[in-house]
């Protein structure tokens, strides 16, 4: 009987600890995923979700569904239900000029009794898709697509997957939660994923996504939630409709923060149409360094009771209506088309264009993606095309101008050999890319060794591109190993390659010995291993030899790590030529381990807030980022009077020009990494 008790206890002990894990991690996400203001470290989130699996595979039948650990539940189904919305999910007119902001005005002002002030919203058009979320008690029942605005889909297993959409609600403090709430918002793919994603399809031949919104369409309707929950979706929260509106439209937006949801920071209440003008054009300039993209800015009339007196119009609303930002395009020649094999052995055409100017920047190769890309846009070399950015930031061809052809414009021919060593190229079954068939082509252990010295991963200076070709070439280096045993008079026999160069080539090899694990580990080349995953699994294991014993489960249950990568990371270690190359670079000295820098309170950056933007010389973003939380510092991705640092790079906009204005102290990269470490 006493035994029985003591186990009772521990139940009850279990049980609790498991609750509060679940709280502080549920804090944790809303601080990492909404407020983009972490205040752990990746590890210690880690640590907290394993002890709560830990404890939860002990009591199977008390996790609660919206455990943060069920996010990704649920098998794939075969296809989606279809859901009838409480209220039609109305769409947006669209206006181009404020000429037709003014007459919007005049017919809502037309709309209302004779001398009402109408007071407006401003916020950002997000460009994704859109979504209405049903939460009972304060908990998530289900998430609808749009469909034809009555009916919609049931993506309610995937839309869990979305860190940034709260499985319960936060209860704001003296506020009782409604019963129901309907919060409708779009679910968007943040520039840098969609960027991620392409590339990543691009390796598989897999055919890329035209856009972020293209993408993320794409990633909430699959059948499978896992395929969802790799694709790092978000939501913005930009209505609130029934029972929980609130008598101002910004009063209902103020609630859905509260209850923890993104609501965009650049949402703005304007007196008078004047006032939504002006915003119309600062946001223009603001927009060009989010994170997202952004097609317009939406006017919403502001009082709940207009809004109800304005009604609709079939599908959508009189009082709001959508400005639209003219996409950014330019007119060039595409003289040639540049076919370049991959590190995975896909080739990839890139136009070669007559510079343009595009949004600020020079432009002379766009992104052809593949061959299917080309003949469906009737491309021909000497063509006139139209180009834009996509996703507002990589040049592609938009179309051809096809009045501008005189007749001397040639058809593009699409290689039947690689363009390296000669061997016929392949396109299988539904595949869009072309990839050379020798599984020994050059341009694999070219492309790869180019990646392994790049200033991203082991940052050998002065070991650019020609230098490894002409490695190649003569027969010095094979793999990335060879390159720690050259010797000075081998590096001599290169052409225009003297004395001094060749001291300084060893002397940067050698150097690039010390770089820790995680550069090392982005250096390999390892599919789906970019540089914020090298960085964590670094920080997770802290040697190779630890990952090399890693299995894949174990690699799954980390943040940020799905089971793709580690999939891809398990296969690779066990590929017996990739253990020797291990065990070659280990032999050479260089450093097979991670230490991270402790956060200490004595780092100058312990607690502060920082802020990064533009392109840093060698840091990646989302490196700098994972160094920066390590140390103990919170970073954000907008600048305020709370920002303590602005961490700058090349082409900073705006967020540099805040942190002027605002007096916060820039540093640039070199000055970061100093004080990181202490100097
Ligand atoms: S309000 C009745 N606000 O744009 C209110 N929509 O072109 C309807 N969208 O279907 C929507 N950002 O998917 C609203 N801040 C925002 C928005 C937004 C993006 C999307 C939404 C809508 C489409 C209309």
Redesign the pocket.
């Known amino acids: 009987m006493a035994e029985m008790d003591l186990f009772a206890d521990t139940r009850a002990e279990d049980l609790a600890e498991a609750e509060r894990l679940r709280k502080e991690i549920r804090h944790n996400e809303y601080l990492y995923y909404v407020l983009d203001a972490p205040e752990i470290t990746d590890a210690e989130y880690d640590r907290m979700m394993v002890r709560l699996r830990e404890i939860e595979a002990e009591y199977p039948d008390s996790v609660p569904a919206d455990s943060p650990t069920q996010r990704v539940g649920g098998r794939a189904s075969s296809q989606f239900t279809e859901v009838r919305h409480l209220e039609p999910?109305?769409?947006?007119g669209?206006v181009f000029s404020a000429e037709e902001l003014r007459a919007f005005d005049e017919r809502v002002k037309g709309g209302l009794p004779e001398g009402s002030r109408v007071e407006y919203v401003m916020?950002?058009?997000?460009?994704?898709?859109?979504c209405s979320l049903i939460y009972e008690n304060g908990r998530l029942v289900r998430a609808a697509t749009?469909g034809d605005g009555t009916v919609g889909e049931n993506v309610t297993a995937n839309v869990r997957t979305i860190r940034s959409i709260p499985l319960v609600l936060k209860a704001p403090e003296g506020e009782t939660l409604p019963e129901l709430l309907d919060v409708?918002?779009?679910v968007y793919m943040p520039r840098h994923a969609f960027m991620q994603l392409n590339e990543q399809r691009a390796e598989r031949g897999e055919s890329e996504f035209a856009n972020p919104r293209n993408a993320a369409a794409g990633s909430l309707r699959q059948l499978d939630p896992q395929v969802t929950a790799s694709r790092s979706l978000s939501f913005?929260a930009?209505?609130l409709v029934g029972e929980g509106a609130r008598e101002k439209h910004s009063e209902s937006l103020a609630a859905l923060a509260r209850y923890g949801f993104k609501v965009?920071e650049n949402?703005k209440v304007v007196e008078n149409i004047d006032a939504a003008i002006k915003y119309i054009a600062d946001f223009n300039e603001l927009r060009q360094g989010l994170a997202y993209d952004?097609d317009g800015a939406?006017i919403?009339v502001n009082d709940v009771y207009q809004q109800r007196i304005l009604g609709?119009t079939g599908k959508?609303?009189r009082?709001?209506t959508?400005y639209k930002y003219p996409p950014e395009q330019a007119e060039t020649t595409l003289e040639d088309i540049d076919w370049r094999v991959g590190r995975t052995g896909v080739l990839t055409p890139t136009a070669v264009l007559t510079p343009v100017k595009l949004s600020g920047s020079v432009v002379s190769r766009a992104t052809l993606h593949n061959e299917d890309f080309i003949r469906s846009k009737d491309i021909r070399i000497g063509d006139r095309v139209l180009i834009n950015k996509a996703g507002e930031i990589i040049p592609e061809v938009l179309r051809v101008v096809t009045e501008k052809r005189t007749g001397a414009e040639k058809e593009v021919e699409i290689p039947t050999k690689c363009p390296d060593c000669g061997w016929s190229v392949e396109r299988k079954g539904a595949e869009a890319a072309i990839r050379c068939t020798n599984p020994h082509c050059p341009a694999l252990g070219r492309e790869g060794l180019i990646h392994f010295v790049s200033r991203e991963a082991m940052n050998i200076e002065g070991c650019g591109p020609s230098v490894i070709n002409a490695l190649l070439d003569a027969g010095l280096v094979r793999d990335a190993a060879d390159l720690y045993s050259l010797k000075k008079e081998d590096v001599l026999k290169l052409e225009r390659m003297g004395e001094k160069s060749a001291d300084k080539l060893l002397a940067a090899i050698a150097a690039s010995k010390a770089n820790e694990l995680d550069k090392l580990l982005f250096a390999l080349g390892i599919r789906h291993v970019g540089a914020k995953v090298a960085r964590t699994l670094a920080v997770e294991f802290g040697s190779m030899e630890a990952l090399l014993t890693a299995e894949a489960d174990q690699l799954a249950a980390i943040r940020d790590i799905g089971a793709v990568i580690a999939e891809s990371v398990v296969t690779w270690l066990s590929v017996p030529t990739n253990r020797d190359l291990m065990e070659r670079l280990a032999a050479a000295g260089l450093t097979m381990t991670f230490t991270a820098p402790a956060s200490s309170e004595d780092n100058p950056f312990f607690g502060k807030t920082l802020v990064f933007t533009g392109t840093m010389p060698t840091l990646g973003r989302a490196e700098a980022k994972t160094m920066a939380q390590d140390v103990g510092a919170k970073v954000s991705g907008s600048v305020s009077k709370k920002t303590d640092y602005v961490i700058a790079g090349a082409e900073a906009g705006s967020k540099l020009e805040k942190a002027q204005a605002l007096g916060v102290t820039v540093l640039d990269e070199a000055e970061f990494l100093k004080m990181l470490k202490g100097e």
């Open positions: 999910l109305l769409s947006l669209n916020e950002p058009k997000i460009d994704g898709l859109a749009r409708r918002g779009e913005f930009y209505y965009s949402y952004t939406v919403k609709a959508d609303p009082w709001a959508a």
